[in-house]
């Protein structure tokens, strides 16, 4: 047995079915051994997109997902993966190979201190030095991307170390001795009697989701708090689904791109739980402004983050499934009902329709019209741009479903990659990944990786031949000078998707979008649905 | 701002001093110094920073250090119950003449004359921060030709708060 076997051996007993990859010599072992093995291999187009399939494999089936490229480019193309699953707390285990140990250091052919580019994206990382201590690195690297706040840890094998002959091979079992690390998950018992008590006299209680909630599973112990204790729900974009769009107590998205209704209840609401979220800038824009006279309850799983944007009345720390299993045990019985009738209101009220041109595809209703037509337990995946709003605004998600996009880094290609990762966790699940003109053709060489592992993806473009959220930017900042944000030179994606073997859909008007759209989810294996949507509309309500 | 001395247990790994300075510079903390040394047991290293920022920066820098992996404890030292040292190496231009002058000062401070040219001395002083700007300052009439100073080192006075590894 070598050092290969060994992390392959060790990545079994962790329960990895799937790993998404890239080849190259310097891991050219591990695929080797990878290759004796019934885990599913997939071998992506591009180093970033495994990232973003293992993300969706992670966010899917609730296992960090495994990621495996070469050594250089290849780790240096990965980055980008690292990072987005780090700004969104998605545990991944990302292996990249490393040119052998006594090269390391003299800039040899496809060398780069990957450990130390992706420092500050990674929860950790490690560089093996010695085969031996792979299935440790191996369990504790699982345990660290999977507990507290998750995130993704980097494990670089040189060479050498993948070859070398490990005599006595052992599967590490047990606890990892990380003294130092010991994330707290049960929130303090004190401070949740003392919530409570504060939710007993609170007029304007509200609580705030983010990703956390998904992270954590506690979506189910959320809904039966919420819907003892009658208190409004509202999310970050991590947080979109941690509801049902269309449960009584739920009042849409905060933030600067998110529903009126939503806002105004944080803003006006006396009593604020933030739960599995940062509180972060595009969520809350001025903390100062929001929060003030409110009382302030802050939980979540990271204690860093509690503080750091805003501070608390009530801090707790700890995960979200387990302090909501804990309030269910306590009684609030606040009375605010008229807070309810409020908000029902608003969201009566402020429904957000707008004129869209007879000429194009109306973008919001064209994401109520799609979302609507998925299964209950349908994927939706945003990527990055308008795309990415129109479907946070609009998306229904129904109990059991699923909405994934590149929250904290917002990187645009996202949606394919995910989607992808998304299906090979569960096969048995429609994934529809939405994204632009501009991020389709930022992942577009995956529809090959699609094909080759029959990993169905329904993929919509919004096609506007512009980067559209830039230049949306620029049409408020410049007066229209637009720079840098024009799409020409298209691909015809219906040739296109002749060339992939793939069914083609099209849309460019709202006539008739219905049954093309029912064809298109309906269709077998990946389809390309292409919606021509207005060039100047705009996501911002002005 | 207040200035505040955060010592830190870590694991001894290859590249643990970087992850830690690396996280000061991405998140725009400052250090006023920073010292490391490897403590009775050899898995392990002592780190003393010295840094300053209000009350929510030092928090956040408590929080975020406490976070890596490779950091096993991580506390505050007050002045209170601490006792903090620098060392610090200072090369003054003297010519025999005014030898015995600048001899003489160092003794006061108990500093010690570690290397003598014919026209310059090396002075060794430790002692805490303030002890060693002011003999630093005590020398503005000669030509100090480099300073080289250890950034502070500290340990927390008594038992209480030691901890053993098995």
Known sequence: ?542 | MQKRVFQLLVDNTSGVLSRIAGLFSRRGYNIDSITAGVTADPRFTRITIVTDGDDEILEQIEKQLAKLIDVRDIRTLEPENSVYRELCMIKVEVDSHARPGIIAMADVFRANVVDVAPDALIIEVTGNQSKVDAFINLLADYRILEIARTGIAGLQRGTEGVIWFD
């Open chain 1, 1 to 542: 047995m070598n050092g290969a076997d060994a992390m392959v051996q060790s990545l079994l007993h962790e329960g990895v079915d799937t790993i998404f990859g890239y080849s190259g010599v310097a891991i050219d072992p591990f695929w080797n051994s990878v290759g004796q093995t019934d885990i599913r291999s997939v071998l992506v187009r591009t180093e970033q997109n495994a990232g973003h399939a293992a993300s969706g494999y992670a966010r899917t089936s609730g296992k960090p997902g495994v990621c495996a490229v070469t050594s250089g480019p290849g780790a240096v193309n990965l980055l980008t993966g690292i990072a987005t699953a780090f700004a969104d707390s998605i545990p991944l285990i990302c292996i990249t190979g490393q040119v052998v140990s006594d090269q390391i250091g003299s800039d040899v052919f496809q060398e780069a201190d990957v450990t130390g580019a992706a420092e500050s994206f990674v929860k950790y990382s490690y560089l093996v030095r010695n085969a031996k201590d792979i299935p440790r690195i191996i369990h504790e690297a699982f345990y660290i991307a999977n507990t507290g706040r998750r995130g993704p840890v980097l494990i670089d094998v040189p060479f050498d170390v993948q070859e070398q002959q490990v005599p006595r091979f052992e599967l590490f079992e047990g606890d990892p001795k990380l003294r130092t690390y010991k994330p707290t998950v049960q929130g303090n018992k004190a401070q949740i009697k003392k919530v409570a008590k504060v939710l007993q006299k609170a007029k304007r209680p509200l609580i705030c989701c983010g990703g956390g909630i998904h992270l954590s599973r506690a979506e189910k112990a959320l809904r039966d708090f919420v819907e003892k204790e009658k208190i409004p729900v509202v999310s970050t974009m991590m947080g979109l689904g941690v509801l049902p769009t269309d449960h009584p107590m739920y009042f849409g998205m905060v933030g600067n791109n998110g529903h009126i209704t939503a806002n105004r209840a944080m803003n006006e609401s006396d009593t604020l739980l933030m739960v599995g979220a940062r509180v972060a800038d595009r969520a809350v824009a001025s903390p100062d402004l929001t929060l003030e006279g409110k009382v302030l309850i802050h939980m979540d799983v990271d204690p860093a983050e509690i503080g750091k944007n805003v501070g608390p009345t009530i801090p707790i720390v700890g995960d979200a499934k387990h302090i909501f299993e804990d309030f269910l045990e306590e009684e609030c019985h606040g009375e605010h009902e008229a807070w309810e009738r409020t908000l029902e209101a608003y969201r009566e009220n402020f429904r957000e329709e707008r004129k869209s041109s007879p000429d194009y595809v109306n973008p919001q209703a064209f994401v109520r019209m799609l979302s609507k037509a998925m299964p209950d337990n349908g994927i939706y995946v945003a990527d990055v741009g308008q795309n990415q709003l129109f479907s946070c605004r609009n998306a229904i998600i129904r109990e059991g479903g699923l909405f994934m996009t590149s929250g904290g880094m917002g990187t645009m290609g996202y949606s394919m990659p995910a989607a992808m990762g998304a299906v090979s966790a569960d096969p048995d699940r429609l994934a529809v990944a939405v994204c632009g003109d501009g991020s389709f053709q930022m992942s577009m060489m995956e529809l090959a990786t699609m094909n080759q592992y029959d990993l169905p993806v329904k993929i919509v473009v919004f096609r506007n031949n512009f980067l559209g959220l830039v230049r949306e930017h620029q049409h408020f900042a410049y007066e229209d000078d637009y720079n840098m944000v024009k799409l020409g030179g298209e691909p015809d994606l219906k040739l296109l998707s002749d060339a992939y073997h793939l069914k083609y859909f099209r849309a460019e008007n709202m006539d008739g979008i219905e049954d093309t759209l029912n064809d298109f989810l309906h269709s077998d294996g990946t389809a390309i649905m292409e919606v021509f949507i207005n060039p100047m509309e705009n996501v911002v309500m002005k």
